[in-house]
Antibody
């Protein structure tokens, strides 16, 4: 089964960038569609973007386009989410989560998020 | 994409049933049978409870059920137990590989 382990908490100053990692075990990263979801303190979940296995592209929520970059290192089965030009409103817990998965050589398109990483708190403060 | 609309809070006594609504539009909830529900306890990651509107992952008690009518999806929890107290979030596919979550509902077991 898939397990996702994320990097530790970060504290950043406004205007800086942060890069959060998500290490996959139980599967290889190329067999998964990885997404990122964030949750500001006391607020709800917000989808940021994810990998579309049908088109082979990463799709970003409009709110984050131009500021977020999601990448993958298949040699280490680690996914990354980098958010730039940080502001105080970006203070949140960032989660990685998977949807679709390769089973017996073909993509199984799932429209739900499971499993999730444990979350990474990013604090933006001067 | 606007967040789906959920009630801020619901409550019920042990053994009772509660229903949490999730209202979207014809572009998300009403347009696809891809609504999922997540349970989140304080300080924990969300946990999948319902997918594809009404399907339960293995290990999720059958006290949890989902349904949809038009642009509104619902999560019903029957036989409430103390451990059901948590935040619940709905999520819907919104086309073109976009997803949208609801604002979350805090369930209190009285």
């Amino acid at each position: 089964q898939v397990q996702l382990v994320q990097s530790g908490a970060e504290v950043k100053k406004p205007g800086a960038s942060v890069k959060v990692s998500c290490k996959v075990s139980g599967y290889t990263l190329t067999e998964l569609s990885m997404h990122w979801v964030r949750q500001a303190p006391g607020k709800g979940l917000e989808w940021m973007g994810g990998f579309d296995p049908e088109d082979g592209e990463t799709i970003y929520a409009q709110k984050f386009q131009g500021r977020v970059t999601m990448t993958e290192d298949t040699s280490t089965d680690t996914a990354y989410m980098e958010l730039s030009s940080l502001r105080s409103e970006d203070t949140a817990v960032y989660y990685c989560a998977t949807t679709s998965v390769v089973i017996e050589g073909g993509w199984h398109f799932n429209n739900w998020f499971d499993p999730w990483g444990q979350g990474t708190l990013v604090t933006v403060s001067s | 994409q606007s967040a789906l609309t959920q009630p801020r809070s619901v409550s019920g006594s042990p053994g009772q049933s509660v229903t949490i609504s999730c209202t979207g539009t014809s572009s998300d909830v009403g347009g696809y049978n891809y609504v999922s529900w997540y349970q989140q306890h304080p300080g924990k990651a969300p946990k999948l409870m319902i997918y594809d509107v009404s399907k339960r992952p293995s290990g999720v008690p059958d006290r949890f059920s989902g349904s949809k009518s038009g642009n509104t999806a619902s999560l019903t929890i029957s036989g409430l137990q103390a451990e059901d107290e948590a935040d619940y979030y709905c999520c819907s596919y919104a086309g073109s590989y976009f997803w949208v979550f609801g604002g979350g509902t805090k369930l209190t077991v009285l």
